[in-house]
């Protein structure tokens, strides 16, 4: 039996715990702070990229994730420019003003790292090619220690069975 009376609840909010836990044994243990992080780097990233590579990013995020994913999304408005690494870090530093002390930095790390453990490389490969060079190369290395763990993760499209 369903905790939530359907099972693609459950998965989705199972799912989104994993990925806050992973952000928290970067940030620390405050959750409300590791989903204002994911939140906050999901949309800067969002906003750098085209489209249709946005699209198909938030086509393999888990259901609620998706969500914050799309939240204000304004896809007439994008891309909006970014030159390197220390504007996307500034940028996602003065969206976590509003919240306890985290270095943007780390809150950048968390979240790519968790993409990385959750998103099929082929996707981020796309991704990260639509980013500016120093973004990308900092993520590279970062995904170079960081294994995927496709077992713990909702399959893309979960949301959509059955429809």
Same mark, same amino acid.
């Given at each position: 039996? %369903? ?15 994993? @990925? ?7 940030? &620390? ?5 590791? @989903?204002?992080?994911? %939140? ?17 990013? &938030? ?9 914050? !994913? !799309? ?12 030159? $390197?690494? $220390? ?6 530093q003065e969206w976590l003003s509003d919240v306890r002390p985290v270095a943007a930095v780390d809150a950048? $790390? ?7 453990? *959750? ?9 990260? *090619? ?13 995904? $170079?220690?960081?294994?995927? /763990? ?6 893309? &499209?979960? &949301?959509? /069975?059955?429809?």
């Amino acid at each position: 039996m %369903s905790a939530n009376g359907l099972e693609v609840f459950d998965k989705t909010i199972q799912t989104t715990h994993i @990925w806050l836990n992973e952000i928290t044994e970067v940030i &620390g243990p405050d959750r409300h702070l590791a @989903w204002k992080v994911l %939140s906050t780097v999901l949309h800067k990233l969002r906003d750098r990229l085209p489209v249709d590579v946005a699209a198909h990013l &938030g086509a393999q995020l888990p259901l609620l994730i998706r969500g914050v !994913y !799309y939240d204000q999304f304004q896809p007439a408005k994008q891309p909006t420019r970014c030159r $390197d690494l $220390d504007e996307f870090v500034a940028e996602v530093q003065e969206w976590l003003s509003d919240v306890r002390p985290v270095a943007a930095v780390d809150a950048v $790390d968390a979240v790519f790292g968790t993409l990385s453990r *959750h998103v099929p490389e082929g996707q981020l490969a796309i991704v990260r *090619h639509a980013l500016p060079e120093t973004i990308r190369t900092r993520w590279e290395r970062l995904s $170079d220690f960081t294994p995927q /763990r496709p077992a713990a993760t909702e399959a893309p &499209g979960a &949301g959509l /069975r059955g429809h």
